[in-house]
């Protein structure tokens, strides 16, 4: 899935000319904890987030009265604290890719840009949404299980066949590439079936190792 596929389109923005006490204003009412940054073309030029804004907040031990400190910061413009040239992602940016930026730059979210102008934000909620649909998480009429399966080809075929042919249906799958020290892999799956009580223990009657099983409620 690309990232054109979970992004928000049209996010609110500030400029670089843009007080201060306004893109914290718009922050606090948009519940935004990032504003990209862009200039009157909609090109990105800077990204501003929540610690740039906590960076112009007084310190609680300054020797300025209130009134100094407000005609002060009513001053300061995002340009002057944004952060230049931040990490980017395209709309057809793979959504696992845009999570790794996001990890490794640790950031809250990536300006989805293209020909250079923002076309879209993707924050890194958007990421976890994701991979928690993709787990199958919310769904409460499946049963998970947690399967050992050899790290070699066809395993984890014949382990979804096996469900198959006993009636079930595959919700979701997901198998981490880390092996145990046995060399297996760890097959996570949701089915839903008449009888998941007894597709299970069809699956240990053929061998298979039911490391963690978690019935529909």
Known sequence: MYISDIMSTHPDTATTGMKLSHAAKLMRERKRRYLPVVDDGGRLVGLFGHRELASAEPSSITTLSVGEVNYLTSKVTVGQ???????????????????????????????????????????????????????????????RIAVKLPDRKGSLGKLLNAINDFGGYIATVVSP?????????????????????????????????LVVERLPD
């Open 81 to 143: 604290l944004m952060r230049r040239d931040p990490p980017t992602c395209s709309p057809d940016c793979l959504v696992e890719e845009a999570g790794y930026r996001i990890r490794e730059h640790k950031i809250g979210c990536l300006p989805v840009v293209q020909d250079d102008r923002l076309v879209g934000v993707v924050s890194e909620t958007d990421i976890l949404d994701f991979f928690l649909d993709i787990t199958g998480c919310r769904l409460t009429d499946t049963t």
């Open 177 to 209: 590439i880390e092996t145990d020290r046995q060399g297996r892999r760890t097959a996570i799956i949701r089915h839903r079936s008449d009888d998941p009580a007894a597709l299970d223990q069809h699956l240990r009657t053929l061998g298979y190792e």
